[in-house]
């Protein structure tokens, strides 16, 4: 992997919006928790693992640029070589790259979401993208299942009516080139598909159980494209929709300036998209030409360029922490079943508890559970299928399930804790309910009080 002459850029965002109050100014999105690691830290070893170990690090903001440049050099001292930028807070990820580019000399970078948690390797990615000489190359990866299993909490109900908002991916027939892609909400009745594609390729699979897992291999007229398209704000809405707008039909000049034809066809989704539920449904396309989407087979194949994937297998854990429900599912999911990517050691009863932990008279931990050095819980606890952080506090006849706990959070007697995130330092007054909540760090919770559904934060 080393020798394919890669380079990694990491972005690791800043203080995301959509994760309040989980994240601060303390806690920037990247070190947010997951089995009591930093999420970060599931990308940096996925890209140790394969030998790369020269990374930029770009993260939104000053002071969170510290904190996590603090933190990899303590974590990952003699392992990582790592530079960390700062960039203004807001710039998107076009903006970010755009920030770093004069320092990506290489043929080819890698660029890495820094809140993916996967185990695909990313030379599979990397292999693919210098198979195929292609402009860029997008990992997917089937579309995870969302929410708790087994509890049946209203929760679930209420987030099965929302609507869905999947990817709708156009791939060729030989899965390999990437013809379309969007977000569920940026389709009404039509998806439009470039009419050159649809000439080339005859035909055109329409996916929408895949997700974007938000790692990227691109040629150096990434660098180009950057300068050229100062408006652009973000790698997955513009980058790549203007990449695979593009291909086939366009000539890529010296400046890395795109030029092609604007001809758009329609192929009708029938309003609510039922059909592309079973995810084979094919689109006849008016242009039927016999030759496959090789390329070599068309006038000055030198001067296209041509946008690929990598589809992980389906054994392959892949998931983003883009939401609050995000974040739940992956905590549940590495001390569940993508316990392998925990980097930790599981007892008989498949769970963790670390042996500085206490555990009162008659109190259960329960399998997929985690207990952090220093922690203590009181007599006739119940633990189910939670994370609990470093040097807890948890009195008598508690009950923690499906949630996440903190470091130096102290929960009263009596508490009942539910598909819940409490964030470090917080107080649990006795008798506290909690239901599908998130509560910010350092928030007292007053004795007795029930709250479902709620945010509870600082103000």
């Known amino acids: 992997?080393?020798?394919?002459?890669?380079?990694?850029?990491v972005l690791a965002g800043g203080t995301s919006r959509k994760l309040n109050p989980l994240v601060s100014q303390e806690v920037p999105k990247a070190l947010l928790p997951v089995a009591n690691r930093p999420v970060l830290s599931y990308v940096l070893e996925l890209l140790e693992a394969s030998n790369l170990k020269d990374l930029i690090v770009v993260v939104e903001g000053e002071d969170a640029a510290l904190r996590i440049g603090g933190w990899i050099s303590g974590a990952y001292v003699d392992r990582l070589h790592v530079e960390v930028a700062a960039v203004p807070e807001g710039v998107g990820t076009a903006g970010a790259l755009r920030a770093v580019a004069s320092y990506l000399t290489a043929n080819d970078v890698l660029i890495v979401s820094g809140d993916l948690v996967t185990?695909?390797?990313?030379?599979?990615?990397?292999?693919?993208?210098?198979?195929?000489?292609?402009?860029?190359?997008?990992?997917?990866?089937?579309?995870?299942?969302?929410?708790?299993?087994?509890t049946g909490t209203s929760g679930g109900k209420e987030k099965a009516k929302k609507p869905v908002r999947c990817n709708i991916v156009g791939l060729d027939p030989t899965r390999q080139y990437l013809l379309h892609m969007a977000t569920g909400a940026e389709v009404e009745k039509d998806i439009r598909v470039q009419k050159s594609i649809l000439r080339a390729v005859g035909q055109i699979e329409i996916r929408v159980d895949l997700m974007d897992a938000h790692m990227y291999a691109f040629k150096s007229v990434l660098q180009d494209i950057l300068d050229q398209k100062d408006k652009f704000h973000s790698i997955r809405q513009d980058i790549l929709?203007?990449?695979?707008?593009?291909?086939?039909?366009?000539?890529?000049?010296?400046?890395?300036?795109?030029?092609?034809?604007?001809?758009?066809?329609?192929?009708?989704?029938?309003n609510d998209l039922r059909w592309l539920s079973q995810h084979r449904e094919i689109a006849p396309s008016a242009f039927q030409e016999p030759h496959a989407f090789g390329l070599k087979s068309l006038p000055d194949a030198r001067r296209t360029h041509k946008c690929c994937v990598y589809i992980a297998n389906e054994s392959k854990y892949c998931a983003r922490l883009n939401s609050i429900q995000a974040y739940s599912d992956i905590n549940r999911d590495v001390v569940g079943e993508a316990s392998h990517l925990s980097?930790?050691?599981?007892?008989?009863?498949?769970?963790?508890?670390?042996?500085?932990?206490?555990?009162?008279?008659?109190?259960?931990?329960?399998?997929?559970?985690?207990?952090?050095?220093?922690?203590?819980?009181g007599d006739k606890c119940s633990v189910k299928r939670s994370v609990i952080g470093r040097h807890c506090r948890i009195g008598s006849n508690v009950k923690i399930v499906n949630s996440?706990?903190?470091?130096?959070?102290?929960?009263?007697?009596?508490?009942?804790?539910?598909g819940s995130v409490v964030c470090s330092n917080v107080?649990?007054?006795?008798?506290?309910?909690?239901?599908d909540c998130q509560v910010g760090a350092g928030y007292v919770v007053t004795t007795g009080s029930e709250h479902k559904s709620e945010s509870l934060a600082r103000k």
Do not use: W
């Not at 990397?126 to 997008?138: E, I, K, Q």
């Not at 996440?404 to 539910?418: F, K, L, Y």
């Not at 107080?427 to 239901?435: H, S």
């Open 1 to 9: 992997m080393a020798r394919m002459d890669f380079e990694v850029v």
């Open 241 to 270: 929709p203007y990449l695979i707008r593009t291909q086939l039909n366009s000539e890529v000049s010296d400046n890395g300036v795109i030029k092609s034809e604007s001809g758009m066809d329609n192929i009708s989704s029938q």
């Open 343 to 377: 980097g930790y050691s599981f007892s008989a009863q498949n769970n963790i508890i670390h042996p500085s932990a206490e555990l009162g008279s008659k109190t259960t931990v329960g399998p997929q559970c985690m207990l952090a050095e220093g922690s203590k819980l």
């Open 404 to 418: 996440i706990v903190m470091n130096h959070v102290t929960i009263e007697d009596g508490c009942s804790i539910q």
């Open 427 to 435: 107080q649990l007054q006795e008798r506290v309910v909690l239901k």
């Open 119 to 150: 185990d695909v390797p990313p030379g599979a990615v990397a292999a693919t993208h210098r198979r195929h000489s292609a402009v860029v190359t997008a990992l997917l990866c089937p579309a995870p299942v969302s929410g708790p299993s087994d």
